[in-house]
């Protein structure tokens, strides 16, 4: 059996076999791969099967907060110190995985995605967590962070999150970060959140439960 590499390359994708194979492909030249297949009904898993990566494929799709769990639930089974996730339609150029590694030195522990964002909903968004956070881009698929820093419970979660509160608990906790701009094509389908009317309210949910988290970890930390 072949060694296990620092670093675990994880994207997720459903309906993605126009990119999959590429992503794949480039993702392996830096690390171990491992495929969430969300019940894609094209291509993606075929094509992936070919590829020397590790594929977890649900039957029923899961969507993208559950899968990102499954994702980061099995890294640290497996023991994987340090992981880089990548979205699997090709908003990211999986060249970019390199300049994260070579990022990724003490006293980091996690490396943020920077895009160039059009849409006028998610610059309000990334102001937002910009402000209470430092971070420019919370909605960007591409981010490296190391296992030992995800809290265990909230892996177990069920919340449609898209997996912001384990990531948001890590900068709650005063964890050193630092940001790349990424590059890559324009999105050409719907965005995983804004696809209609109940996906913007739903995330507005998202952010409302952030705040209340936000507060009762300061208070939690008074008293």
């Known amino acids: 059996m072949p060694a296990k590499k620092p670093f675990l390359i994880i994207t997720l994708a459903r309906n993605e076999?126009?990119?999959?194979?590429?992503?794949?492909?480039?993702?392996?030249?830096?690390?171990?791969?491992?495929?969430?297949?969300?019940?894609?009904?094209?291509?993606?898993?075929?094509?992936?099967?070919?590829?020397?990566?590790?594929?977890?494929?649900?039957v029923v799709s899961k969507g993208y907060s559950n899968c990102k769990r499954l994702g980061l639930n099995y890294a640290i089974k497996k023991n994987y110190q340090k992981i880089i996730l990548i979205d699997s339609d090709g908003e990211h150029s999986p060249d970019l995985i390199k300049k994260f590694i070579q990022n990724f030195k003490n006293p980091i522990n996690i490396i943020f995605g920077k895009r160039k964002i059009?849409?006028?909903?998610?610059?309000?968004?990334?102001?937002?967590?910009?402000?209470?956070?430092?971070?420019?881009?919370?909605?960007?698929?591409?981010?490296?962070?190391?296992t030992s820093k995800i809290k265990k419970e909230l892996l177990f979660s069920t919340k449609d999150d898209l997996g912001m509160e384990i990531i948001l608990d890590i900068l709650r906790n005063k964890n050193k970060f630092t940001e790349i701009n990424v590059f890559g094509k324009e999105r050409i389908k719907n965005s995983r959140i804004y696809v209609n009317f109940y996906s913007k309210f739903k995330y507005l949910k998202i952010i409302f439960s952030s705040i209340i988290n936000d507060i009762l970890f300061i208070l939690k930390k008074w008293f």
């Open 17 to 58: 076999e126009s990119t999959i194979t590429n992503i794949l492909k480039k993702s392996l030249k830096y690390g171990d791969v491992l495929l969430i297949n969300d019940a894609s009904v094209d291509n993606t898993l075929k094509l992936a099967k070919k590829l020397p990566v590790t594929i977890i494929s649900n």
């Open 118 to 146: 059009n849409r006028f909903s998610e610059k309000i968004i990334c102001k937002y967590y910009k402000i209470i956070y430092g971070v420019s881009d919370i909605l960007c698929g591409m981010i490296a962070l190391k």
